[in-house]
Protein backbone atom coordinates (compact mmCIF):
# COMPACT_ATOMS: atom_id res chain seq x y z
CA UNK A 1 0.00 0.00 0.00
CA UNK A 2 1.56 3.14 -0.92
CA UNK A 3 1.64 6.76 1.32
CA UNK A 4 -1.07 8.19 -0.52
CA UNK A 5 -3.32 5.22 0.06
CA UNK A 6 -2.05 5.01 3.82
CA UNK A 7 -3.38 8.62 4.61
CA UNK A 8 -6.45 7.89 2.90
CA UNK A 9 -7.52 4.72 5.52
CA UNK A 10 -5.73 6.99 8.04
CA UNK A 11 -8.33 9.69 7.97
CA UNK A 12 -10.85 6.95 7.46
CA UNK A 13 -9.59 5.13 10.91
CA UNK A 14 -9.75 8.56 12.55
CA UNK A 15 -12.96 9.51 11.65
CA UNK A 16 -14.78 5.93 12.67
CA UNK A 17 -12.91 5.46 15.71
CA UNK A 18 -14.25 5.95 19.70
CA UNK A 19 -10.60 7.53 20.24
CA UNK A 20 -8.96 10.72 17.99
CA UNK A 21 -5.90 11.60 17.19
CA UNK A 22 -6.00 14.45 19.16
CA UNK A 23 -6.40 12.64 22.05
CA UNK A 24 -2.55 11.96 21.92
CA UNK A 25 0.67 14.18 21.55
CA UNK A 26 2.49 13.57 18.36
CA UNK A 27 6.02 13.75 19.37
CA UNK A 28 7.98 16.64 18.35
CA UNK A 29 10.27 16.19 14.74
CA UNK A 30 13.69 17.29 15.69
CA UNK A 31 14.68 18.20 12.11
CA UNK A 32 13.96 20.90 9.67
CA UNK A 33 13.64 20.83 6.00
CA UNK A 34 16.78 19.14 5.89
CA UNK A 35 16.14 16.14 7.66
CA UNK A 36 12.77 15.68 5.79
CA UNK A 37 14.87 16.12 2.31
CA UNK A 38 17.37 13.31 3.92
CA UNK A 39 14.07 11.32 5.17
CA UNK A 40 11.60 11.56 3.05
CA UNK A 41 9.27 8.66 4.78
CA UNK A 42 9.74 10.23 8.04
CA UNK A 43 6.07 12.03 7.49
CA UNK A 44 4.57 8.70 6.90
CA UNK A 45 6.01 6.89 9.52
CA UNK A 46 4.92 9.49 12.26
CA UNK A 47 1.77 9.04 10.62
CA UNK A 48 2.51 5.07 11.15
CA UNK A 49 3.06 5.92 15.03
CA UNK A 50 0.37 7.88 15.80
CA UNK A 51 -1.85 5.40 15.03
CA UNK A 52 -0.31 2.77 17.04
CA UNK A 53 -0.97 4.73 20.14
CA UNK A 54 -4.65 5.40 19.10
CA UNK A 55 -5.20 1.76 18.71
CA UNK A 56 -3.38 0.99 21.68
CA UNK A 57 -5.45 2.75 23.74
CA UNK A 58 -8.74 1.82 22.57
CA UNK A 59 -7.02 -1.93 22.18
CA UNK A 60 -6.85 -1.76 25.97
CA UNK A 61 -9.88 -1.15 26.62
CA UNK A 62 -11.31 -2.88 24.65
CA UNK A 63 -9.55 -6.14 25.82
CA UNK A 64 -10.35 -5.09 29.47
CA UNK A 65 -13.90 -5.10 28.47
CA UNK A 66 -14.04 -1.50 29.99
CA UNK A 67 -16.19 0.93 27.90
CA UNK A 68 -14.03 3.98 29.34
CA UNK A 69 -10.62 4.05 31.73
CA UNK A 70 -11.51 3.50 35.31
CA UNK A 71 -11.91 7.32 37.38
CA UNK A 72 -9.52 6.50 40.19
CA UNK A 73 -7.30 9.08 41.10
CA UNK A 74 -3.96 9.40 42.42
CA UNK A 75 -4.67 10.19 46.09
CA UNK A 76 -7.61 7.38 46.11
CA UNK A 77 -4.88 5.02 44.65
CA UNK A 78 -2.56 5.96 46.72
CA UNK A 79 -5.59 4.86 49.96
CA UNK A 80 -6.02 1.30 48.52
CA UNK A 81 -3.28 0.13 47.38
CA UNK A 82 -2.16 -3.03 50.19
CA UNK A 83 1.38 -2.00 51.76
CA UNK A 84 1.63 -6.02 51.66
CA UNK A 85 4.30 -8.14 50.45
CA UNK A 86 2.33 -10.02 47.74
CA UNK A 87 1.81 -6.65 45.79
CA UNK A 88 5.71 -5.68 46.17
CA UNK A 89 6.61 -8.78 44.40
CA UNK A 90 4.51 -7.92 41.40
CA UNK A 91 5.42 -4.00 41.27
CA UNK A 92 9.01 -6.05 41.81
CA UNK A 93 8.82 -7.53 38.45
CA UNK A 94 8.95 -4.70 36.86
CA UNK A 95 11.33 -2.26 35.48
CA UNK A 96 11.48 1.29 34.55
CA UNK A 97 10.70 0.35 30.71
CA UNK A 98 9.12 -2.43 31.54
CA UNK A 99 8.75 -5.24 28.77
CA UNK A 100 7.55 -8.52 30.24
CA UNK A 101 6.82 -10.28 26.57
CA UNK A 102 10.05 -11.42 25.70
CA UNK A 103 9.43 -14.67 27.03
CA UNK A 104 7.12 -14.98 23.50
CA UNK A 105 4.08 -16.11 25.26
CA UNK A 106 0.84 -16.46 23.28
CA UNK A 107 -2.58 -16.42 25.14
CA UNK A 108 -5.42 -19.10 23.39
CA UNK A 109 -8.06 -16.19 23.92
CA UNK A 110 -6.35 -13.20 21.30
CA UNK A 111 -8.76 -11.17 22.23
CA UNK A 112 -9.32 -10.69 25.90
CA UNK A 113 -7.49 -10.48 28.88
CA UNK A 114 -6.07 -13.42 30.40
CA UNK A 115 -6.59 -13.12 34.45
CA UNK A 116 -3.51 -14.83 36.60
CA UNK A 117 -3.99 -12.97 39.88
CA UNK A 118 -6.62 -10.52 42.23
CA UNK A 119 -6.16 -8.80 44.60
CA UNK A 120 -9.74 -8.20 46.34
CA UNK A 121 -9.80 -5.37 48.67
CA UNK A 122 -12.37 -5.98 51.89
CA UNK A 123 -15.64 -3.92 51.71
CA UNK A 124 -18.48 -4.00 54.79
CA UNK A 125 -20.74 -6.81 55.34
CA UNK A 126 -24.53 -6.24 54.75
CA UNK A 127 -26.45 -4.67 57.76
CA UNK A 128 -28.32 -8.37 58.02
CA UNK A 129 -25.36 -10.26 59.63
CA UNK A 130 -24.16 -7.04 61.92
CA UNK A 131 -25.39 -6.73 65.09
CA UNK A 132 -24.61 -3.39 67.18
CA UNK A 133 -23.43 -2.01 63.64
CA UNK A 134 -20.48 -4.76 63.90
CA UNK A 135 -18.66 -5.86 62.25
CA UNK A 136 -17.70 -3.59 59.54
CA UNK A 137 -15.62 -6.16 57.68
CA UNK A 138 -15.22 -8.01 55.36
CA UNK A 139 -16.48 -9.13 52.19
CA UNK A 140 -14.61 -9.87 49.02
CA UNK A 141 -16.25 -10.39 45.96
CA UNK A 142 -15.31 -11.73 42.51
CA UNK A 143 -16.61 -12.16 38.85
CA UNK A 144 -19.12 -14.99 38.26
CA UNK A 145 -16.55 -15.68 35.18
CA UNK A 146 -14.14 -17.47 37.71
CA UNK A 147 -13.92 -21.16 37.63
CA UNK A 148 -13.45 -22.89 40.98
CA UNK A 149 -11.20 -25.41 38.97
CA UNK A 150 -9.09 -22.50 37.70
CA UNK A 151 -8.02 -21.50 41.53
CA UNK A 152 -5.09 -22.45 42.17
CA UNK A 153 -3.93 -20.75 45.77
CA UNK A 154 -6.09 -18.01 47.81
CA UNK A 155 -4.93 -16.03 50.79
CA UNK A 156 -6.07 -13.95 53.26
CA UNK A 157 -3.83 -11.20 54.42
CA UNK A 158 -4.31 -10.00 57.58
CA UNK A 159 -2.65 -7.02 58.85
CA UNK A 160 -1.56 -7.08 63.35
CA UNK A 161 -0.62 -4.26 64.84
CA UNK A 162 1.91 -4.57 67.36
CA UNK A 163 1.90 -5.60 70.43
CA UNK A 164 2.86 -3.66 73.85
CA UNK A 165 4.89 -7.23 74.87
CA UNK A 166 5.40 -10.17 73.47
CA UNK A 167 2.91 -12.40 73.47
CA UNK A 168 0.53 -14.99 71.93
CA UNK A 169 -2.38 -13.90 69.41
CA UNK A 170 -5.44 -16.24 68.78
CA UNK A 171 -6.67 -15.79 64.83
CA UNK A 172 -10.11 -16.51 64.32
CA UNK A 173 -11.61 -16.57 61.44
CA UNK A 174 -15.25 -17.02 60.95
CA UNK A 175 -17.58 -17.23 58.21
CA UNK A 176 -20.77 -14.80 58.82
CA UNK A 177 -24.50 -15.59 58.15
CA UNK A 178 -27.95 -13.53 58.71
CA UNK A 179 -28.85 -13.24 62.05
CA UNK A 180 -32.56 -14.50 60.75
CA UNK A 181 -30.36 -17.75 60.44
CA UNK A 182 -29.69 -18.22 64.24
CA UNK A 183 -25.91 -18.53 64.24
CA UNK A 184 -24.22 -15.48 62.86
CA UNK A 185 -20.66 -16.74 62.53
CA UNK A 186 -19.05 -20.43 61.39
CA UNK A 187 -15.56 -20.64 62.11
CA UNK A 188 -13.27 -20.93 59.58
CA UNK A 189 -9.74 -21.12 60.68
CA UNK A 190 -8.10 -20.70 64.02
CA UNK A 191 -4.48 -20.10 64.71
CA UNK A 192 -2.13 -19.47 67.18
CA UNK A 193 0.77 -17.08 66.27
CA UNK A 194 3.56 -15.53 68.73
CA UNK A 195 4.36 -12.27 68.06
CA UNK A 196 6.95 -9.74 69.49
CA UNK A 197 6.51 -6.36 70.98
CA UNK A 198 6.43 -3.28 68.80
CA UNK A 199 6.00 -5.26 65.62
CA UNK A 200 3.32 -5.35 63.19
CA UNK A 201 3.32 -7.84 60.58
CA UNK A 202 1.16 -9.52 57.62
CA UNK A 203 -0.14 -12.94 58.25
CA UNK A 204 -1.87 -15.15 55.44
CA UNK A 205 -3.97 -18.03 55.72
CA UNK A 206 -4.99 -20.21 53.04
CA UNK A 207 -8.86 -20.09 51.97
CA UNK A 208 -8.81 -21.43 48.68
CA UNK A 209 -11.44 -24.03 50.13
CA UNK A 210 -13.98 -21.29 51.20
CA UNK A 211 -13.42 -19.33 47.92
CA UNK A 212 -14.20 -22.62 45.66
CA UNK A 213 -17.43 -22.56 47.85
CA UNK A 214 -18.02 -19.13 47.57
CA UNK A 215 -17.73 -19.26 43.78
CA UNK A 216 -19.60 -22.24 43.43
CA UNK A 217 -22.41 -20.91 45.59
CA UNK A 218 -22.71 -17.11 45.57
CA UNK A 219 -25.48 -16.83 48.07
CA UNK A 220 -23.06 -18.50 50.62
CA UNK A 221 -20.74 -15.31 50.15
CA UNK A 222 -22.23 -13.15 53.23
CA UNK A 223 -18.27 -12.25 54.13
CA UNK A 224 -16.06 -12.85 57.01
CA UNK A 225 -14.96 -11.77 60.74
CA UNK A 226 -11.71 -11.57 61.78
CA UNK A 227 -10.28 -11.41 65.06
CA UNK A 228 -6.95 -11.68 66.34
CA UNK A 229 -6.76 -11.68 70.51
CA UNK A 230 -3.56 -11.39 72.43
CA UNK A 231 -3.50 -12.67 76.27
CA UNK A 232 -5.37 -9.31 77.61
CA UNK A 233 -8.36 -9.45 74.83
CA UNK A 234 -7.18 -6.70 72.77
CA UNK A 235 -7.85 -7.24 68.83
CA UNK A 236 -4.74 -6.31 67.06
CA UNK A 237 -6.42 -7.40 63.81
CA UNK A 238 -6.25 -4.04 61.03
CA UNK A 239 -10.53 -4.07 60.09
CA UNK A 240 -10.56 -0.51 60.05
CA UNK A 241 -8.37 1.70 59.01
CA UNK A 242 -6.79 4.65 61.97
CA UNK A 243 -4.60 7.38 60.72
CA UNK A 244 -1.55 6.13 59.88
CA UNK A 245 -3.17 2.70 58.78
CA UNK A 246 -4.04 3.18 54.91
CA UNK A 247 -3.57 0.41 53.39
CA UNK A 248 -3.07 -2.08 55.73
CA UNK A 249 -7.00 -3.33 55.58
CA UNK A 250 -7.33 -7.19 54.70
CA UNK A 251 -7.44 -8.38 51.28
CA UNK A 252 -7.41 -11.62 49.53
CA UNK A 253 -4.81 -12.58 47.18
CA UNK A 254 -6.08 -14.95 44.44
CA UNK A 255 -4.01 -16.81 41.49
CA UNK A 256 -5.75 -18.17 38.76
CA UNK A 257 -4.60 -20.71 36.25
CA UNK A 258 -3.79 -19.52 32.44
CA UNK A 259 -4.27 -21.92 29.62
CA UNK A 260 -0.95 -20.30 27.87
CA UNK A 261 1.07 -21.78 25.35
CA UNK A 262 4.58 -20.72 24.58
CA UNK A 263 5.53 -20.04 21.09
CA UNK A 264 8.87 -19.65 19.03
CA UNK A 265 9.36 -15.82 18.50
CA UNK A 266 10.63 -15.05 14.76
CA UNK A 267 12.95 -12.63 13.00
CA UNK A 268 11.97 -9.79 10.86
CA UNK A 269 13.83 -6.29 9.57
CA UNK A 270 13.78 -4.10 12.51
CA UNK A 271 14.63 -0.01 11.67
CA UNK A 272 15.39 3.04 14.24
CA UNK A 273 13.71 6.15 13.70
CA UNK A 274 16.82 7.59 11.89
CA UNK A 275 17.08 4.85 9.43
CA UNK A 276 16.74 5.19 5.79
CA UNK A 277 15.21 2.33 5.06
CA UNK A 278 11.70 2.48 3.13
CA UNK A 279 10.57 -0.98 2.96
CA UNK A 280 8.24 -2.60 5.53
CA UNK A 281 10.10 -2.72 8.57
CA UNK A 282 9.68 -2.70 12.89
CA UNK A 283 10.26 0.53 14.48
CA UNK A 284 10.40 1.16 18.14
CA UNK A 285 8.01 2.80 20.49
CA UNK A 286 7.62 3.25 23.64
CA UNK A 287 4.09 3.97 25.25
CA UNK A 288 3.64 5.89 28.49
CA UNK A 289 0.24 5.35 30.12
CA UNK A 290 0.53 8.40 32.48
CA UNK A 291 0.70 10.51 29.33
CA UNK A 292 -2.62 8.86 28.79
CA UNK A 293 -3.55 10.16 32.10
CA UNK A 294 -3.95 6.44 32.91
CA UNK A 295 -3.50 6.50 37.11
CA UNK A 296 -5.20 3.66 37.41
CA UNK A 297 -2.36 1.56 35.11
CA UNK A 298 -0.43 0.36 38.63
CA UNK A 299 2.69 -1.13 36.38
CA UNK A 300 3.96 -1.01 33.95
CA UNK A 301 4.39 2.65 33.60
CA UNK A 302 5.83 2.26 30.04
CA UNK A 303 6.31 -0.46 27.70
CA UNK A 304 7.70 -1.27 24.61
CA UNK A 305 5.02 -1.55 21.82
CA UNK A 306 7.03 -1.50 19.04
CA UNK A 307 5.12 -0.29 15.61
CA UNK A 308 4.92 -1.07 11.54
CA UNK A 309 5.92 1.13 9.00
CA UNK A 310 7.42 1.18 5.18
CA UNK A 311 6.26 0.63 1.51
CA UNK A 312 5.37 -2.69 0.18
CA UNK A 313 6.38 -3.36 -3.20
CA UNK A 314 5.23 -6.60 -4.94
CA UNK A 315 8.72 -7.56 -5.79
CA UNK A 316 9.53 -7.51 -1.92
CA UNK A 317 6.62 -10.44 -1.30
CA UNK A 318 9.55 -13.50 -2.07
CA UNK A 319 7.10 -15.43 0.35
CA UNK A 320 4.28 -15.49 -1.71
CA UNK A 321 5.31 -15.78 -5.33
CA UNK A 322 2.23 -16.92 -6.94
CA UNK A 323 0.11 -13.60 -5.03
CA UNK A 324 2.87 -11.63 -6.58
CA UNK A 325 2.50 -12.96 -10.01
CA UNK A 326 -1.10 -12.33 -10.07
CA UNK A 327 -1.35 -8.94 -8.45
CA UNK A 328 1.23 -8.04 -11.13
CA UNK A 329 -1.31 -9.37 -13.77
CA UNK A 330 -4.01 -7.45 -12.80
CA UNK A 331 -2.97 -4.50 -10.46
CA UNK A 332 -5.86 -2.76 -10.66
CA UNK A 333 -7.55 -5.73 -8.62
CA UNK A 334 -5.57 -5.17 -5.98
CA UNK A 335 -5.33 -1.89 -3.43
CA UNK A 336 -1.85 -3.66 -2.84
CA UNK A 337 -0.38 -5.16 -0.08
CA UNK A 338 0.35 -3.27 3.50
CA UNK A 339 3.08 -2.71 6.27
CA UNK A 340 1.15 -4.81 9.10
CA UNK A 341 2.91 -7.04 11.91
CA UNK A 342 2.45 -10.57 11.29
CA UNK A 343 3.52 -11.47 14.91
CA UNK A 344 2.91 -10.08 18.02
CA UNK A 345 2.84 -10.97 21.85
CA UNK A 346 1.39 -9.94 25.02
CA UNK A 347 2.32 -7.71 28.27
CA UNK A 348 1.80 -8.87 31.50
CA UNK A 349 -0.45 -5.73 33.72
CA UNK A 350 -1.23 -4.78 37.01
CA UNK A 351 -4.38 -2.51 37.24
CA UNK A 352 -7.59 -1.63 39.44
CA UNK A 353 -10.90 -2.62 37.67
CA UNK A 354 -14.12 -0.83 37.95
CA UNK A 355 -14.95 -2.21 41.34
CA UNK A 356 -11.55 -0.94 42.44
CA UNK A 357 -9.81 -4.39 42.71
CA UNK A 358 -6.36 -5.26 41.62
CA UNK A 359 -5.88 -7.13 38.86
CA UNK A 360 -2.71 -8.62 37.42
CA UNK A 361 -3.59 -10.13 33.92
CA UNK A 362 -1.80 -11.10 30.46
CA UNK A 363 -3.22 -8.41 27.69
CA UNK A 364 -2.62 -10.55 24.44
CA UNK A 365 -1.52 -9.04 21.14
CA UNK A 366 0.11 -5.45 22.68
CA UNK A 367 4.13 -5.57 21.33
CA UNK A 368 4.37 -6.21 17.65
CA UNK A 369 7.15 -8.85 17.36
CA UNK A 370 7.17 -8.93 13.49
CA UNK A 371 6.21 -6.74 10.69
CA UNK A 372 5.71 -7.63 7.38
CA UNK A 373 3.59 -7.10 4.09
CA UNK A 374 0.13 -8.92 3.62
Not at 172 to 181: F, H, V
Not at 340 to 353: A, D, E, G, R, V
Request: with cysteine; hydrophobic share 35%.
Amino acid sequence: MQPSQWLIYLGLLVAFSPVGLSDITAPKSSGGTENSEQCPTCEFREQSKLLRLQAIKSQILSKLRLRQAPNISREVIKQLLPKAPPLQELLDQYDVLADDSNDGLMDEDDEHVTTESIIAMATEPEPSVQADGKPRCCVFSFSPNIQPSRVVRAQLWIHLRPAHEATTVFLQISRLRPLTEGARHVRIRSLKIDVSAGISSWQSIDVKQVLQVWLRQPETNWGIEINALDTEGNDLAVTSTEEGEEGLLPFMEVKISDNSKRLRRESGLDCDENSPESRCCRYPLTVDFEDFGWDWIIAPKRYKANYCSGECEYMHLQKYPHTHLVNKANPRGTAGPCCTPTKMSPINMLYFNRKEQIIYGKIPSMVVDRCGCS
